[in-house]
């Protein structure tokens, strides 16, 4: 089992995801906007996590991506397994058969290696994304039914007061304008 940058990522995505999951499909630039993660390495991992079946895409406005199980049936170990690979044991080379061992697999003491891989695989299939979730509600982090609006879309809802020009706006304008001075 590889723990990852990439991996920790997903994590933090998939919950996103699985906290605002009632507000529909939710847009990798939503995603990126609330956890600081680049669109592009979301567009990546969201390519592997929609190949593992973890996540459903919807295309088209209003689109975007939610979950593609339940969340109390994704695990940890799913995610991981889905953005980083199948861990180092069963890996294969064409041909089916076993790929070359790595430099921690040639130390002497594989049996302590693949105790505690078995271990942590183990762990991490045992927290779902449904727990996880939970935790951050129960840590104060409330759940969007939608995405709060930015300033600039705040500015241009503002209602604008009509005001009486104080210069002409054409030719004739002109003539009524110098009489009223």
Known sequence: MRLTTKGRLAVVA???????????????GVISRRQSISISYLEQMFSDLRRHDLVASTRGPGGGYTLGRGSEEITVADILFAVNGPPPETRRVAGGKKAAPTQAERCTTPELWDSLNRNVVEFLDSITLRKLADDQLALGVPPLDREPARKAELVARRPVKPTRPNAPNSVFELSKFGRLA
């Open 14 to 28: 998939m919950i996103d995801v699985a906290l605002h999951h009632k507000a529909g499909p939710i847009a990798l």
